[in-house]
């Protein structure tokens, strides 16, 4: 039985004392590894619409060593957690990430050309792919490029490297003053060319005739009722398109190609060193949200991004030896159907929406009854905290007042579980994937207490947009892929975590990890020698 929960220890030694499975002649290691983690991809969008599939995306799961039974084995399945985990090997309970809103922000590193939120690698925990390379070699380097701050910085995890994120308030890739003083020459040579400000009053478009699309057009729970049918019009403002872009395909196509315009810049995959390329791709995110996982638009946006992958991968063909490139490419999470639609679609009675605010109501009344604080116990998601030093101060007993709180939210019908989170490791962790999972996330010197699951497949009330988030399924199974000369062309149905591709890649890349890790080798996806 693979480990579930016990991490295994990674080798670490000097350069000239490396175990056997690290060691790689120059001539056998890759130049450079281009990760690719797709915000909200589903596995399931390379098979459904694989036909129309023409371009990068095709390349990729048709040619490489595709892990079609590949999870985020995490419980908050969001993007800074996942992301945390793509280049480090480890779960969230190690790199410190647990949910987005503790994830990158951080007042004291402002950004250089927006006045977007400020933001840092500052509560990531340990190591990642880029720092065991530069162990070995000093002279590696990276690059890390997303729409979003998170999606940018978390791959690098603490390295001080090239990391730059798209900023809506002014439209402009930038970074903060954790990695630089000042914007280099070539990212402000592609904010000179103005792309979201040119795209004003511009229309998305379908790429394919209409009837190839199966998907309806005019679904009100799209979009929360708004603007859900093609054509999509950009606001005719530079402002408003610059906000808007996200939440169109050419977001993507914008970030890949300054990924190509920084690559070359920087002179990155030259070698002799490996160096890493990290490209957060996160208009499917957006678009996810705004229309769901079974829309024509998000089945347009995979198909745009299929091309303009294929794009990227032919121009770096062009400008690198094929043959000296490995590509990963993942997703952070996935996403839950609309419920409602789900029923539609099916037949069957949604399951009812959850809604905690009576049960925390019902909180503050015993809080106050008890003179404590009413700050003492909050939530955040499915986390409830509670600071003891506040009830220690007061001289009351929190947990009375917890199982209270845990009683009423387990009577809601749209709950499905209310743990304590000191009991997890005592649980069935191999059976009982949604245990495994909270356990995977949570750092022990965070003060969570319990941790609420909805029912399957349920949103909360309010809720307007595509959800993930939970500790199923849906929002956990996630393409693993790789392709490159030291991988075969597979589909391979053996069970894979997104843990395992740091400790892959550095397998490849012939150096040890640095610290324990959660993920193992997947040697099945490899040949040796590699095929030239």
Do not use: C
């Not at 040619?63 to 280049?87: I, K, L, R």
């Amino acid at each position: 039985m693979r480990r579930l929960v016990l991490s295994v220890l990674a080798f670490t030694a000097a350069p000239g004392l490396l175990p056997a499975q690290y060691t790689r002649s120059a001539a056998d290691r890759p130049r450079l590894v281009v990760f690719l983690t797709v915000d909200q991809f589903r596995p399931d969008y390379l098979d459904r619409w694989a036909p129309q599939l023409t371009g990068g995306l095709a390349r990729l799961s048709q040619h490489g060593a595709f892990f079609t039974n590949a999870f985020q084995d995490h419980g908050v399945t969001e993007t800074a957690p996942g992301h945390s985990v793509t280049m480090s090997g480890r779960f969230p309970r190690s790199t410190g990430i647990v949910r987005n809103t503790a994830g990158v922000e951080d007042p004291q590193s402002p950004l250089l050309t927006s006045r977007d939120a400020p933001a840092s690698p500052y509560r990531f925990r340990g190591s990642v792919l880029i720092d065991w390379i530069r162990t070995r070699d000093g002279r590696a380097r990276a690059l890390s490029i997303s729409r979003k701050d998170r999606g940018a910085i978390l791959p690098l995890g603490r390295a001080k490297q090239n990391v730059f994120w798209y900023a809506t308030s002014n439209g402009e890739f930038t970074t903060s003053r954790y990695y630089a003083d000042t914007l280099p020459t070539w990212i402000k040579r592609v904010n000179g060319q103005r792309v979201p400000q040119r795209l004003a009053g511009q229309q998305w478009t379908l790429l394919l005739p209409a009837a190839e699309y199966r998907e309806p057009d005019d679904v009100p729970f799209e979009n929360n009722g708004r603007d859900f049918t093609f054509p999509h019009t950009m606001p005719t403002d530079s402002v408003g398109a610059a906000a808007e872009l996200p939440t169109t395909p050419w977001m993507d196509q914008l970030t890949l190609d300054a990924a190509l315009e920084g690559l070359q810049a920087l002179q990155l995959g030259r070698g002799p060193q490996t160096d890493v390329v990290a490209i957060s791709l996160s208009a499917t995110d957006y678009i996810g949200h705004r229309y769901g996982p079974d829309s024509r638009e998000q089945h347009d946006n995979v198909l745009r991004l299929d091309r303009a992958l294929g794009a990227f991968i032919d121009s770096l063909y062009k400008l690198r030896d094929s043959s000296t490139i490995v590509f990963a490419l993942t997703a952070d999470h996935g996403v839950t159907p609309f419920p409602e639609l789900v029923a539609q679609r099916t037949h069957r009675p949604a399951p009812p929406r959850f809604d905690m605010r009576p049960a925390f109501a019902s909180l503050v009344t015993d809080l106050r009854q008890a003179g404590v604080d009413t700050t003492a116990i909050t939530r955040d998601g499915p986390f409830i905290f509670a600071d003891r030093t506040v009830f220690r101060s007061a001289g009351v007993d929190p947990d009375p007042i917890l199982r209270r709180l845990a009683q009423r939210l387990r009577a809601l019908p749209s709950i499905a579980r209310v743990e304590r989170v000191r009991d997890l490791a005592g649980k069935d962790t191999v059976h009982d994937a949604v245990t495994r999972r909270w356990l995977h996330m949570i750092p022990a010197d965070v003060p969570i207490e319990y941790v609420v699951t909805a029912r399957e497949g349920t949103y909360p009330v309010g809720a307007t947009i595509a959800e993930h988030g939970a500790p199923y399924d849906e929002d956990a199974h996630v393409p693993v892929i790789f392709y490159g000369p030291w991988f075969r062309a597979a589909r391979i149905a053996d069970r894979a975590l997104v843990v395992d591709m740091a400790p892959t890649l550095a397998e490849v890349v012939g150096v040890p990890p640095t610290e324990r890790l959660d993920g193992h080798v997947l040697r099945q996806a490899l040949v040796s020698p590699p095929r030239r």
